[in-house]
């Protein structure tokens, strides 16, 4: 891989001096919701973040719960964003400290018990563990010595990876909206139910 083509400590050091003075500008809201789709089709739905709302994340329910298995289902797209955050990170990382890497592969898995989401049983929802391993080989570095250091700095730093491990408290809401009621067509007054009339 050749060297970094963008340069990190300069593209950074305006954003941590503005973060210095203003410390609250630092608090970021990421935001994502749910894209227009079609509402008959109970197996796929898309997504967009708000940050870029040009783009459209496709997922749909996992083959193991009657999914069509065309798209990446949610639990896949959780384990992309471990795996983006983390490579992501460790590039930054390495372009922040001078280091050329040679390769980088980010590999997450999962374990899920489908059973839970069937309702089929007393099983778990959700994951119950999830395993990240990344190789890096970085130039010049026979002893391994600069890309373990590397991969400490970038596991200390990766949000998602830091996010899973702590745990965050997550809220969740649920509104229900009255469905619009289309106009009747002209006609004559509706009559109130009256129990002696024919």
């Known amino acids: ?14 954003i941590r001096e503005g973060y210095r003075r203003h410390p609250q500008s630092a608090l970021i809201k990421l935001e994502v919701e749910s894209a227009t789709s079609d509402l008959s089709d109970p197996l796929h739905c898309a997504v967009t973040p708000m940050a870029t709302p040009a783009v459209r994340w496709q997922s749909g329910a996992h083959p193991a719960v009657g999914g069509a298995g065309d798209v990446p289902c949610s639990g896949d797209l959780l384990l992309g964003a471990l795996a983006a955050c983390q490579e992501t990170t460790l590039r930054m990382v390495a372009a922040n400290l001078g280091i050329d890497l040679e390769s980088l592969h980010v590999t ?10 069937l309702a089929i049983g007393d099983f778990p929802i959700g994951l119950t563990g999830i395993r990240c391993r990344t190789t890096v080989a970085v130039r010049g570095d026979v002893g391994g010595e600069r890309a373990g250091r590397l991969l400490k700095s ?45």
């Open 154 to 198: 970038a596991e200390k730093y990766c949000v998602v990876l830091n996010t899973l491990r702590g745990g965050v408290p997550v809220e969740s809401t649920f509104e229900l909206k009255t469905p619009d009621v289309e106009t009747d067509p002209p006609g004559p007054p509706a009559r109130l139910f009256d129990a002696g009339a024919p």
């Open 108 to 117: 997450i898995e999962g374990d899920w018990d489908a059973r839970g989401t």
């Open 1 to 14: 891989m050749p060297a970094s083509k963008v340069d990190i400590r300069a593209r950074q050091s305006p």
